[in-house]
């Protein structure tokens, strides 16, 4: 069974920075894509980032390109999602989700619906002003 684990998430002012982590377990970390993903209060859940097994394929949302960074770190079963320049509007739950197939971020990403079948718990992201 595929586990997926955030951390990382806090409470911080306006300007500063948090790294999520997604801790993978559950199957040979081989070829996947890991999405992360973002809901606020009375908002739809939307894509933030994806990575691709081989970091070949990255992708992000037009609004946060520039601020956040993706990364993988296959030998902890783990992948990052560095956020800087954190405003207010980025206050959400932060969830990682896994698609275990050789393909690139476009193909399943940004939507949270088609493709991504394992979701972590989320972690709460606060951003205050």
């Known amino acids: 069974e595929v586990q997926l684990v955030e951390s990382g998430g806090g409470l911080v002012q306006a300007g500063g920075s948090l790294r999520l982590s997604c801790a993978v377990s559950g199957f040979t970390f081989g070829d996947y894509v890991i999405g992360w993903f973002r809901q606020a209060p009375g908002k739809e859940r939307e894509g933030v980032s994806c990575i691709t097994s081989s970091g070949g394929s990255t992708a992000y949302s037009d609004s946060l390109k520039g601020r956040f960074t993706i990364s993988s770190d296959n030998a902890k079963n783990t992948v990052y999602l560095q956020m800087n320049s954190l405003k207010p509007e980025d206050t959400a739950v932060y969830y990682c989700?896994?698609?275990?197939?050789?393909?690139?971020?476009?193909?399943?990403?940004?939507?949270?619906?088609?493709?991504?079948?394992?979701w972590g718990q989320g972690t709460q992201v606060t951003v205050s002003s």
């Open positions: 989700a896994a698609v275990l197939i050789r393909t690139d971020c476009p193909t399943v990403w940004p939507s949270p619906h088609l493709y991504f079948a394992s």
